[in-house]
């Protein structure tokens, strides 16, 4: 299965437009934003559990990171709350499920060999900026006031904006809640907020 993997496009989507695709497992839905391969492989999606859903215990291959959008997600490790941030390395296993149900932002299988720090953090009553940083990925949690502007002057090789609340440009699309977008190589990238904006963002240095 391949979805969206020419990594030199730009991708934009509006995850709430987009359907909802049945997992193997019942009572558990996602939205694939990108995808190599089948049920193990590179994947980008929005992941729904039903109330009292879970998914079978797994080990993490390719290494798993993850944000709680709504609801709470859990599993053997503990409860993880809606703007929880998680990082599951390569090799970590768990057995994931959700009592009231939740929707989550999750990432496979896009984790560097040596990246092994296993972590989560309540971006919501514990703000870390930036929540990981790993060779040439970083990862942010952006809070912007309307018409505030953010510029990365590195020479990016990609990056990836995933839009919670608010509009926000990045000069070349206007992105609002709920859009997704992935984006190949920029010398400078600036990003302005019309309103107030809440966004996670993942950026890759072209050098590091």
Not at 42 to 55: D, E, K, L, M, N
Not at 82 to 108: E, M, Q, W
Request: glycine share 6%.
């Amino acid at each position: 299965m391949l979805i969206n993997a020419d990594f030199s496009q730009r991708v934009h989507i509006n995850t709430a437009a987009a359907p909802w695709v049945p997992s193997p497992m019942a009572g558990v839905e996602r939205k694939m934003l990108d995808r190599i391969g089948a049920e193990s492989g590179h994947a980008t999606s929005i992941v729904r559990y039903q109330p009292g859903s879970y998914f079978s215990p797994h080990t993490h291959d390719g290494g798993e990171e993850f944000l709680v959008l709504e609801g709470v997600f859990s599993d053997e490790h503990g409860d993880y709350p809606a703007g929880t941030y998680v990082r599951n390395p390569i090799g970590t296993t768990h057995k994931p499920y959700s009592d009231p149900g939740c929707t989550i932002f999750v990432k496979l299988w896009q984790f560097s060999q040596d990246d092994r720090r296993q972590f989560s953090v309540d971006t919501l009553t514990s703000p870390v900026s930036p929540l990981h940083q790993h060779g040439p990925e970083t990862v942010r949690l952006l809070d912007l006031e309307a018409d505030e502007k953010v510029t990365f002057p590195q020479a990016l090789r990609q990056y990836e904006i995933l839009m919670l609340s608010g509009t926000l440009t990045d000069g070349t699309t206007r992105l609002q809640a709920s859009s997704w977008l992935r984006s190949p190589a920029k010398e400078e990238l600036l990003l302005h907020a019309v309103t107030h904006t809440r966004c996670l963002i993942k950026t890759f240095d072209l050098d590091a």
